[in-house]
């Protein structure tokens, strides 16, 4: 069973950085791309980032552009998602999930499965 599990989420003030991390059991990530979402309260779930199979390619929602580093260690079965210069809008639940191989052009949630459960990252003074 492919199982996903998410961790490193906390409070954090603005300006601050996080490192998510998406850890893969039952299954190695070596062929499969991985996407970052997020959902805030009230609101539709987001891709953030994504990194396919290689990691040679990466694709960046506009809003964590510059910010935002997505990377993979295949050795670890770890995909990580490092946080910088954290902002009050960047608070929301934050999730990996997996699709073969390659990233889609607009990291849509319906494109990917085998999701993991979430973690919260808020940041606020």
């Known amino acids: 069973q492919l199982q996903l599990v998410e961790s490193g989420g906390g409070l954090v003030q603005p300006g601050g950085s996080l490192r998510l991390s998406c850890a893969a059991s039952?299954?190695?990530?070596?062929?499969?791309?991985i996407g970052w979402f997020r959902q805030a309260p009230g609101k539709e779930r987001e891709g953030v980032q994504c990194?396919?199979?290689?990691?040679?390619?990466?694709r960046y929602a506009d809003s964590v552009k510059g910010r935002f580093t997505i990377s993979r260690d295949n050795a670890k079965n770890t995909v990580y998602l490092q946080m910088n210069s954290l902002k009050p809008e960047d608070t929301a639940v934050y999730y990996c999930?997996?699709?073969?191989?390659?990233?889609?052009?607009?990291?849509?949630?319906?494109?990917?499965?085998?999701w993991g459960q979430g973690t919260q990252v808020t940041v606020s003074s």
């Open positions: 990194i396919n199979y290689t990691g040679r390619l990466t």
């Open positions: 999930a997996a699709r073969r191989y390659f990233c889609t052009s607009s990291v849509s949630p319906p494109d990917f499965g085998s």
């Open positions: 039952g299954f190695t990530l070596d062929y499969y791309a």
